[in-house]
């Protein structure tokens, strides 16, 4: 029986690489790598001075452990094992109180020219679902708008959020970057360029597009070295 060929470093190499990057870019079991909470900023085409912030959560879990942190609902929602026990009361108990909204208004700020924004959180009747608005009143109409945003981040650092704005503006907080100017009004946007994008969902990308193409590129390298051979086989005299 013929041997079995040996393949080619490159292969190898290219597997190799492939299955590392997908391995580090496999997100840990911690749950701020689940889905993530988002925040919808908007300018008030009535009220220029107004900013709307719309928050809302990655997943309901997290509605639980906030409203356990704040002392809204009791320690024994988390579990010894590390899970959450999620009931459909805990989002109107958190939605309703006085220290969610004090949350709300310190881990999410807005300035304008230097000037901090006053806010004011609307009482949100189905935060689980469509999240809750907070209305930031400036002192004049707003052009660009400084906008901080630390939702969850006292929890677990890794806490990430992403944010849309108009004409498709867009950023990623976290980590060294929970501050980002948004252009509102009719303010130039900022490139999008600019923006950030780090971390396992990078990973995943990076994984995602080069590493087929090197294992691609290996494959079609090994087929026509085995072509060449054959050619060369058959080319010699019996």
């Known amino acids: 029986m013929p041997s079995t060929a040996r393949w080619p470093r490159r292969v190898v190499i290219a597997v190799a690489f492939t299955v590392t990057l997908l391995a580090m870019a496999v997100p840990a079991g911690a749950h701020p790598y689940g889905y993530p909470q988002t925040v919808t900023i908007a300018a008030d085409a009535t009220r220029p001075e107004v900013v709307r ?6 997943g309901v ?5 906030l409203g356990v942190k704040l002392g809204l609902l009791p320690q024994d929602r988390v579990l010894l094992d590390g899970a959450i026990s999620f009931q459909a009361s805990d989002a109107t108990v958190l939605a309703s109180s006085a220290p969610f909204a004090s949350y709300l208004l310190t881990q999410m700020t807005v ?16 935060l689980a679902g469509s999240g809750v608005d907070v209305d930031y009143t400036c002192a004049g109409p707003v ?15 890794a806490y990430q959020t992403v944010a849309t704005g108009p004409r498709g503006q867009r950023q990623v907080y976290g980590p060294g970057r929970y501050a980002h100017d948004w252009a509102l009004g009719d303010a ?5 360029a600019t923006v950030p994008d780090h971390g396992p969902a990078t990973a995943w990308k990076v994984a995602g597009t080069v590493g ?13 070295h085995q072509v060449r051979r054959r050619r060369v086989a058959h080319a010699r005299p019996s």
Do not use: Y
Not at 143 to 157: F, Q, T, Y
């Open 212 to 224: 087929p193409l090197l294992l691609v590129a290996a494959v079609v390298s090994l087929l026509r």
């Open 61 to 65: 879990d997290e509605l639980t452990l």
């Open 53 to 58: 912030l719309t928050w809302k959560a990655g």
């Open 188 to 192: 130039p946007a900022a490139s999008e």
């Open 111 to 126: 300035s304008s020219d230097g000037h901090a924004c006053a806010g004011t959180v609307d009482p949100s009747s189905d």
């Open 143 to 157: 052009g660009v708008a400084r906008i901080e945003v630390r939702m969850l981040s006292d929890l677990d650092p």
